[in-house]
């Protein structure tokens, strides 16, 4: 089992995935290759800063981070302008690594490499696509990540925009569609895949 910690300060974190990008579009797998958002994504980001900004009517937010993915900045880009805030980037909230799959269909992969695929669908947390890493070390970045930008914002409000795969892989179950946004605790969002995997919460692993 990986390593534990303490739960992370309980910050109130908002987990945002980022607009619709051009090969969300085109049913291209992303991992952390760098498309621009669509057309469409751009509308969508547009859309998702009028929703929060309902949400959070009177409430102050304190802070702004996103993964240095392009479609992740530009969807963060909106939100600062809104609520006045500058994102800052952070690497280790990127998409989960799928090396050589990246940019390829799911037709594609499964000419490839059927087993590991059908591995990697039914959330092996070790099937590792060649070059990329596993969902078990998703999991572990991600936990760490959000411990880390809470840590330094420990009773704030912050803004996260990242990708699907992070946010599944700290909150078991959440399937947000782009441009749509997860509100939780920061303490909630690392230690509820411990709950769960220690029999404590729910019965399976959710889809990642």
Sequence with gaps: ME????????CELYLVRHAQSEWNASGRW???????L???GRVQASALVARLEAELAGISVTGLVCSDLGRARETAA????????????????????IGEWSGLRRAEIAAQDPELLARFEANDPNARPPG????????????????RIANGDPWGRVLIVSHLGLIRALLPGAEPKNAEFVRV????A???????????????EGPL
Aim: proline share 11%; net charge negative.
């Design 185 to 188: 605790s920061a303490a909630d």
């Design 3 to 10: 390593e534990s910690a303490p739960p992370a300060p309980n």
């Design 132 to 147: 990329g890493e596993t969902r078990r070390e998703l999991r572990h970045r991600a936990r760490w990540a959000i411990r």
């Design 78 to 97: 909106e939100l600062g302008r809104k609520f006045g805030l500058i994102p800052v980037s952070d690497p280790e909230l990127r998409e989960l690594d």
């Design 38 to 40: 669509s057309p469409d």
């Design 190 to 204: 690392v230690t509820r895949r411990l709950r769960l995997e220690s029999g404590e919460e729910g019965t399976g």
């Design 30 to 36: 992303q991992g952390q290759a760098d498309p621009p």
